[in-house]
């Protein structure tokens, strides 16, 4: 446990706290992980107990209580003390729910739910991309102007590069936005060469598995590159993952927001930081996704077979098209 961790974000422990903990991790990693598992339940009580610390920075008046909040939620937003206070809640949830099958549906419900509204609110982006582009060939090869506005009253004016380049920005809303919709629907392609020759038990330990030990570390590793990607094109001076939290907090005094507005072209799209707040988005859900599936595969193995799409929520295709499906699968 770091010193300036205990003397930054976090108050200062009671002295007993300090020693236990200290004391632990003097005997490994093993010690290390117990520690840390402790100190999460402190963390999650003064994240509860004192939002101010770390959210003061939403009422933006840029004084220097603001700037520091904001180091300060940066620093912890891929820290170690995220990790352990996130894992202990799902060890909570995780436990509750195998004591209770019912609150665990209710979980899943919930996720899978958050997952196909998402999806199948910015599956529109996809109409938007087509009519743009439509619009746009008009635009330059028929009428052949330089700009387009659009808006009433408050006309936004860009030329017609910036509306080519932004098509890329329809595209990551797709990715980014839909894919864990296309997980819960089914459509993500997959590798039945073991899967689909075991029993139904067996299936869903692979799906346990795959949850845990694939989904979950992919997303954590992206999130941790993601998160420091993003904010170093927010604000400068630029953040980064090897800073400690005294380091930033120190580097609050010259904070300021430093939007990142540079296109690939003079004309061209010039908002790409939204790329990067996509992908922190699409990690999030992706674990949220990772903790549904491993909710709904440990159910399912619980419940046995008559279980398998309880509570799903899938697209319902026209009839030929639903034929068609399953003579491919």
Known sequence: ME???LTGFWPVYDTWLIQKITALEAFGALGWLFGNLIEAFYNIIFVITHPASWLDWLTWANTTEDKESLMRFIYYGASVELFFAVFVLFLIVTGVGML?????????????????KVGRFFAWAGLL??????VIIFMQRVFAVAEISLGFGAVFTKDVS????????????????CATYTFVQGGHVRVDLVYSAVSHGKKRIIDM????????PAAVL????????????????????????ERLVNKARALRWNVETIGFSPNGFNAYFMFKVLLVTFTLMVMLQAVAFFFRSYLEWKEGPDSVGKYHDKDVMGDAQAELAAEIH
């Open 162 to 177: 910036w509306w080519a380049e932004e098509l890329k920005f329809y595209n990551a809303l797709i990715v980014c936005m």
């Open 100 to 116: 209770r099958n019912h609150f665990m549906w209710g979980c899943v419900r919930v996720l899978e739910g958050v997952a196909n």
């Open 129 to 134: 991309m087509v009519l743009q582009q439509i």
């Open 209 to 216: 598995f795959g949850s845990l030990f694939f989904m979950v």
């Open 222 to 245: 992206t999130w941790m590159y993601g998160w420091f990607f993003m904010w170093r094109h927010l604000v400068v001076p630029n953040p980064s993952a090897s800073d400690s939290l």
């Open 3 to 5: 010193q300036d961790v």
